[in-house]
């Protein structure tokens, strides 16, 4: 299984970026992906999950309503829209997958994890 995510940058708060997150190598049409972060000095945190299962989606509490996950099954991608930025987002991003399928924002139960995209948001 690789993942990987791109689509990182610098943006002014208020900004917006679009991060993508190619995935292949499933065996199994039904898993989740994840999206994760980790700021400097603290520890990777949930951001969204969606599951290919259930459909089912998650956001962490402090990205709702300015984050929305979304899924390009035919290319097997999965996007995270990020409006209305802020300096507290600033953190290398991570994709992630979890085999099972059910989704969540708990990165044990992920297996399978992508290279970092940093996102940098300037106040």
């Known amino acids: 299984v690789q993942l990987q995510a791109c689509g990182g940058g610098l943006v002014h708060a208020g900004g917006s970026l679009k991060l993508s997150c190619a995935a292949s190598?499933?065996?199994?049409?039904?898993?989740?992906i994840g999206w994760f972060r980790q700021a400097p000095g603290r520890e990777r945190e949930g951001v969204s999950c969606?599951?290919?299962?259930?459909?089912?989606?998650y956001y962490a509490d402090s990205v709702k309503g300015r984050f929305t996950i979304s899924s390009d099954n035919a290319n097997k991608k999965v996007y995270l829209q990020m409006n209305n930025l802020k300096p507290e987002d600033t953190a290398v991003y991570y994709c992630?997958?979890?085999?099972?399928?059910?989704?969540?924002?708990?990165?044990?139960?992920?297996?399978?994890w992508g290279q970092g995209t940093l996102v940098t948001v300037s106040s």
């Open positions: 992630a997958g979890d085999p099972d399928g059910w989704g969540s924002l708990r990165e044990d139960e992920y297996n399978y």
């Open positions: 190598g499933f065996t199994t049409k039904f898993y989740a």
């Open positions: 969606v599951s290919y299962s259930d459909g089912s989606i």
